[in-house]
């Protein structure tokens, strides 16, 4: 059973920053895109950042230049650095990792940007 651990959410004053880890464990296929996504309540899940085997990033508008996402396929491993936190960034984001067949999520955790 694949599962999907985040940690490194909290509350952080607006400019601060934060680094968000993933894990997965469990048996894993070929990992073709890992990424982060974001939600607030009564809006779409929304696509933060993500990473394809071959090292090439893809980033929203709204976070490039600030955001930094990084990733170890072999460890099964995502992270996201926040840099420059805006009260917008407040969501619950959630890790996700795609592969040939299917795609996994993690459970979420939350990021509150607040003075």
């Known amino acids: 059973q694949v599962q999907l651990v985040e940690s490194g959410g909290g509350l952080v004053q607006p400019g601060g920053s934060l680094r968000l880890s993933c894990a997965a464990s469990?048996?894993?296929?070929?990992?073709?895109?890992m990424g982060w996504y974001r939600q607030v309540p009564g809006k779409q899940r929304e696509l933060v950042a993500d990473i394809i085997r071959g090292g090439s990033t893809n980033y929203a508008v709204s976070v490039k230049g600030r955001f930094t996402i990084s990733g170890d396929n072999a460890k099964k491993m995502v992270y996201l650095e926040m840099n420059s936190l805006k009260p917008e960034d407040t969501a619950v984001y959630y890790c996700?990792?795609?592969?040939?067949?299917?795609?996994?999520w993690g459970q979420g955790t939350q990021v509150t940007v607040s003075s």
């Open positions: 996700n990792i795609q592969c040939v067949s299917r795609q996994y």
């Open positions: 469990g048996s894993i296929s070929r990992i073709n895109k």
